[in-house]
Nanobody, 124 residues
Framework: QVQLVETGGGLVQAGGSLTLSCAASGRTFSNYGMGWFRQAPGKEREFVAA????????HYADSVKDRFTIFRDNAKNTLYLQMNSLKPEDTAVYFC?????????????????WGQGTQVTVSS
């Protein structure tokens, strides 16, 4: 079992920045590929970004490319999402997820463990 806890959400004006954190516990963090997903009201959960077990590979949704950065600190068992130039359409609950293995995966169904989510609201 892997337990994931997201923090760092909040209310920010358009153009602002936030950094989300996802603290992992329970298993060896570096054995897991990690991802960030988000879900807006009335919409399906969508992929945001993913990172390989050692941080060497990343992948982003087109909607956040060049604005968001995913990175991890395996010594601290923590995943991060740096979000810059935020837009109102980025408003959603953001979830981190974990799956064992070395691949970078963009499909929610392929992740085994999920956090409870943290709300990000971007005002116009």
């Amino acid at each position: 079992q892997v337990q994931l806890v997201e923090t760092g959400g909040g209310l920010v004006q358009a153009g602002g920045s936030l950094t989300l954190s996802c603290a992992a516990s329970g298993r060896t963090f570096s054995n897991y590929g990690m991802g960030w997903f988000r879900q807006a009201p009335g919409k399906e959960r969508e992929f945001v970004a993913a990172i390989s077990w050692n941080g060497g590979r990343t992948h982003y949704a087109d909607s956040v490319k060049d604005r968001f950065t995913i990175f991890r600190d395996n010594a601290k068992n923590t995943l991060y999402l740096q979000m810059n130039s935020l837009k109102p359409e980025d408003t959603a609950v953001y979830f981190c997820a974990a799956r064992p293995g070395i691949l970078v995966v963009t499909t929610a169904a392929d992740y085994d463990y999920w956090g409870q989510g943290t709300q990000v609201t971007v005002s116009s």
